[in-house]
């Protein structure tokens, strides 16, 4: 993945809050929600009521498609990532700790009880994409950056 083109997902990353999550339903519609996420790398991290919908679904198919988009005012300054990867309920409990930082760290205001576990039926997930779609219309009407996350993927400007 080019440098340039990493060094802007993260900083999308850093700067929103809230990703919409779809996920597959049992009937096989998608189904998309608004969960707040924290990210270490391109690897993103979120928690939510351990018998939800979302964590359900993904019992059952891994396969997630999520969008995070910056605050604009026109759309000439409109920036995003859309990516595609598979989630993972963490059951390690130092990767849940890993998350709950994480989340802490980036909303240190009133969600320490579920990262402390003091709140109980809260699970954690981590999202692993596959390929990310850098949306910048700094560069132009509808621009965006194809990128696969796999080491040596090729990038393509659309």
Same mark, same amino acid.
């Given at each position: 993945?080019?440098?340039?083109?990493?060094?802007?997902?993260?900083?999308?990353?850093?700067?929103?809050?809230?990703?919409?999550?779809?996920?597959?339903?049992?009937?096989?519609?998608?189904?998309?929600?608004?969960?707040?996420?924290?990210?270490?790398?391109?690897?993103?991290?979120?928690?939510?009521?351990?018998?939800?919908?979302?964590?359900?679904?993904? +019992?059952?198919?891994?396969? &997630? @498609?999520?969008? /995070?988009?910056?605050?604009?005012?026109?759309?000439?300054?409109?920036?995003? *990532? %859309?990516?595609?990867?598979?989630?993972?309920?963490?059951?390690?409990?130092?990767?849940?700790?890993?998350?709950?930082?994480?989340?802490?760290?980036?909303?240190?205001? +009133?969600?320490?009880?579920? &990262? @402390?576990?003091? /709140?109980?039926?809260?699970?954690?997930?981590?999202?692993?994409?596959?390929? *990310? %779609?850098?949306?910048?219309?700094?560069?132009?009407?509808?621009?965006?950056?194809?990128?696969?996350?796999?080491?040596?993927?090729?990038?393509?400007?659309?």
């Amino acid at each position: 993945m080019d440098a340039s083109i990493r060094e802007e997902i993260l900083a999308i990353l850093d700067r929103a809050n809230d990703m919409t999550l779809a996920t597959i339903r049992q009937d096989g519609y998608p189904q998309a929600t608004t969960v707040s996420y924290a990210h270490d790398g391109l690897d993103i991290y979120f928690g939510c009521a351990a018998d939800s919908q979302k964590a359900r679904n993904i +019992g059952r198919n891994r396969k &997630v @498609s999520l969008t /995070i988009n910056l605050p604009y005012v026109h759309w000439g300054e409109i920036r995003g *990532i %859309s990516a595609g990867g598979l989630a993972d309920r963490l059951t390690d409990t130092q990767e849940i700790a890993r998350a709950g930082q994480l989340l802490l760290r980036k909303f240190p205001q +009133g969600i320490a009880e579920y &990262v @402390s576990g003091a /709140i109980e039926g809260v699970a954690f997930f981590k999202v692993v994409s596959n390929v *990310i %779609s850098v949306l910048d219309y700094r560069k132009g009407f509808g621009h965006r950056d194809l990128v696969g996350t796999e080491p040596g993927a090729q990038s393509q400007a659309r």
